[in-house]
């Protein structure tokens, strides 16, 4: 073998000692005063906590909804214009779908944040396709609340 290839241990013995130290990694995104204040926060972890928190929550709406929906109301066949006056009708059903509605929302475009944070390389690239997520998020779901809050069932 030759010394680059050499593991950190040969038969229980270290290779590294005072004339030979363990080269050293700095921790990566290690905070500094350098480091940018819009980056001194958590916002990551909340970011994280939120994906996993909201998640739960949209699996039971979605299984709720299309067990409800599509099952107990007699499936597909009978969703249509009607069905859907009917159901915003009622308060409940007005707020399930707008819950639904803001965290699929807010949980898609948090993940593509993450995405774009991971993928895009350059700053304004990352940059403008964030503004676009940002943007589209928040088109859907201001319209989607519109909708909801404004659909009128004797809409000729």
Do not use: C
Request: hydrophobic share 50%.
């Amino acid at each position: 073998m030759s010394a680059e290839t050499t593991p950190a241990t040969a038969e229980g013995v270290s290779l590294y000692d005072v004339d030979n130290p363990a080269p050293v990694i700095e921790a990566p995104r290690k905070r500094t005063k350098k480091t940018p204040k819009a980056t001194r926060t958590n916002f990551e972890l909340y970011g994280w906590l939120f994906m996993r928190l909201s998640g739960i929550v949209l699996v039971v709406l979605v299984l709720g909804h299309l067990l409800i929906q599509l099952v107990l109301d007699g499936g597909v066949t009978k969703v249509g214009f009607a069905f859907v006056a009917g159901r915003w009708a009622s308060p409940f059903w007005q707020a399930w779908d707008l819950i639904m509605l803001w965290l699929a929302m807010l949980h898609g475009a948090n993940g593509l944040r993450t995405v774009i944070n991971d993928y895009a390389e350059r700053d304004t690239t990352r940059f403008w396709l964030k503004m676009l997520l940002y943007t589209a998020t928040v088109f859907t779901v201001l319209l989607g609340t519109l909708v909801i809050f404004t659909f009128d069932p004797n809409i000729r």
